[in-house]
T-cell receptor
Framework: DAKTTQPPSMDCAEGRAANLPCNHSTISGNEYVYWYRQIHSQGPQYIIHGLKNNETNEMASLIITEDRKSSTLILPHATLRDTAVYYCIVRDLSGSKLTFGTGTRLQVTL | NAGVTQTPKFRVLKTGQSMTLLCAQDMNHEYMYWYRQDPGMGLRLIHYSVGEGTTAKGEVPDGYNVSRLKKQNFLLGLESAAPSQTSVYFC??????????????FGPGTRLTVT
């Protein structure tokens, strides 16, 4: 699976959009981009995934660049409860394993 | 649905002692996984199972054994605990990976300290 690079930490004011970047320049055509988050040492929680189109669900939006070498997770109106470590993961279509890096620690402040 | 549950939540062991961590899921998932997470690190895969009666090694399998006798349960054993195994252990389960959607559901974790 392709390697991902994320900033170690970010801050965001409550109510504002949080934009979390991820670089996956070696991604191949059959690899998906997944995002998970981990709130305060709980088990990780799935957020969203995509292949090449932008995706949106009730939690977030995922923007993938046209060349698929990077992506951005957007939390449109961040709340204090969104404070967590966010992991960007690239997974092969048939792969059953997720490789977690160190992620981005998002701190949402008042 | 309870989802993925882990037993126990906390445990303190002395070096050389043994123990078994239990993971149970009620979602009828074929695949199950054991991860460990050390402070400031991401999760690392220890062992996983693609079905009842099958297990496979992950990234950091040394010092651990696993068994999957029933589809809903995945056990992680430490035969002779070492301080380096002090960590938080997470279990997860999923359907088989296929085309498109694939999600792992995680348990709440077991915090293990080996003194």
């Amino acid at each position: 699976d392709a390697k991902t690079t994320q900033p170690p930490s970010m801050d965001c004011a409550e109510g504002r959009a949080a934009n979390l970047p991820c670089n996956h320049s070696t991604i191949s055509g059959n690899e998906y981009v997944y995002w998970y988050r981990q709130i305060h040492s709980q088990g990780p929680q799935y957020i969203i995934h995509g292949l090449k189109n932008n995706e949106t669900n009730e939690m977030a939006s995922l923007i993938i660049t046209e060349d698929r070498k990077s992506s951005t997770l957007i939390l449109p109106h961040a709340t204090l409860r969104d404070t967590a470590v966010y992991y960007c993961i690239v997974r092969d279509l048939s792969g059953s394993k997720l490789t977690f890096g160190t992620g981005t620690r998002l701190q949402v402040t008042l | 649905n309870a989802g993925v549950t882990q037993t126990p939540k906390f445990r303190v062991l002395k070096t050389g002692q043994s123990m078994t961590l239990l993971c149970a899921q009620d979602m009828n998932h074929e695949y199950m996984y054991w991860y460990r997470q050390d402070p400031g690190m991401g999760l690392r895969l220890i062992h996983y199972s693609v079905g009842e009666g099958t297990t496979a090694k992950g990234e950091v399998p040394d010092g651990y054994n696993v068994s999957r006798l029933k589809k809903q349960n995945f056990l992680l054993g430490l035969e002779s605990a070492a301080p380096s195994q002090t960590s938080v252990y997470f279990c997860a389960s999923s359907y088989p990976p296929g085309l498109g959607f694939y999600e792992q559901y995680f348990g709440p974790g077991t915090r293990l300290t080996v003194t």
